[in-house]
């Protein structure tokens, strides 16, 4: 199957640029999968759509304020590191802009000081191995100097970190955030408890891999990033119960969808685990946890769309984005949402 099959022109001006002020007041396209029937909602209405018995599945991960822009010590020239994720202990992989500064023994300085890390190696795709030097505790120090690393696409500024957290965010660890679930407010979680759906949590930290481009021309050539996640057992047992008593698996954004296919490939039921998973889910794909899927519009030509056209039928998906553009949707990560019913 071609990559190029899954492209689409989008506008820019569809490009959400901000948050709405209201998260669940997003639009909502509901798409049936197996029909192709589409329905035009307000994000609250998704209420109407879970039953009793059913379990939403959310990802808590928990962004961290990754971008650091700070000086070398030695020549005050200007640097930029993008941490990735923790190695050990005060070691990161970390993305350097521009690179040429950051080679092995360079050392630079964050906020006056209050921060410092030192290149210590060099991985062969050119990502950096840094060691950081600080006082008290290192999230606090992050928290205050670093900010939220915002996709390519997103040029505006970003007033709120707040905003690019989901409001049951836990599990720090993130480069990005899971962004279908951005529309829940805690008003709606309660609602849908309320009715009797069941809420179980599971943790993937979403690495910048979700945002690089397919570069090859068939899908099956694409060598997938690897992501860390986990489940614990008294969520496992949730989602086991659903399936043991004929309720539906929703899972809130691809990374949660991820996720569950990835403890789904082993059987049921499903275990406390933990790992990395580079799963890849086109078309083709048999679902073996997932029912149905909460998510938003998604880039052209990415691993996202084709998770997505695996689950509701490719014809289907495409259709549904054209539509969604014809309708002015508002696309990617501070954009609309789709529910594949």
């Known amino acids: ?92 992989e970390a993305l350097a802009k521009p690179g040429k500064r950051a080679k092995v023994g360079a050392v630079f300085n964050f906020g006056d000081g209050r921060l410092r890390a030192e290149v210590t190696g060099v991985k062969e795709d050119g990502n950096r191995i840094i060691k950081f030097c600080y006082e008290g505790i290192f999230e606090e120090v992050l928290d205050e100097l670093g900010q939220m690393p915002l996709p390519p696409y997103i040029k505006a500024t970003l007033e709120d970190k707040e905003r690019y957290q989901t409001v049951y965010s836990k599990e720090s660890g993130s480069a990005a955030a899971p962004t279908a679930g951005l529309h829940f407010t805690e008003e709606l979680i ?39 996640y986990h489940i614990d057992k008294e969520n496992a047992d949730i989602i086991n119960r659903t399936k043991e008593s004929g309720g539906k698996v929703i899972a809130v954004g691809t990374t949660s969808c991820r996720t569950l296919e990835t403890l789904g490939k082993d059987g049921f039921p499903l275990k406390e685990s933990s790992g990395w998973t580079n799963i890849f889910i086109y078309p083709g794909y048999e679902f073996k946890v997932v029912d149905r899927l909460i998510t938003n519009f998604h880039l052209p030509e990415s691993t996202l769309i084709m998770l997505v056209s695996a689950l509701a039928k490719k014809e289907n998906v495409i259709k549904a984005y054209e539509l969604a553009i014809e309708e002015k949707y508002r696309f990617f990560s501070f954009g609309d949402a789709m529910f594949i019913k």
């Open 1 to 92: 199957m071609k990559v190029s099959d899954f492209d689409f022109d989008l506008p820019e001006g569809l490009i959400a640029q901000y948050p709405l002020k209201d998260r669940a007041k997003s639009r909502i396209m509901v798409l049936d999968k197996y029909t192709g029937e589409i329905e035009h909602k307000i994000f609250y209405d998704v209420l109407d759509y879970l039953n009793k018995g059913d379990t939403l599945v959310l990802n808590n991960t928990r962004v961290i304020p990754a971008r650091i822009i700070g000086e070398k010590q030695d020549s005050g020239g200007k640097i930029e590191f993008l941490l990735l994720k923790r190695t050990e202990g005060d070691s990161w």
């Open 190 to 228: 309660k609602a849908i408890e309320e009715k009797g759906v069941n809420i179980a949590y599971l943790t993937l930290h979403v690495g910048l891999g979700t945002f690089r481009p397919v570069k090859v021309e068939t899908i099956e050539e694409h060598d997938m990033h690897s992501e860390y």
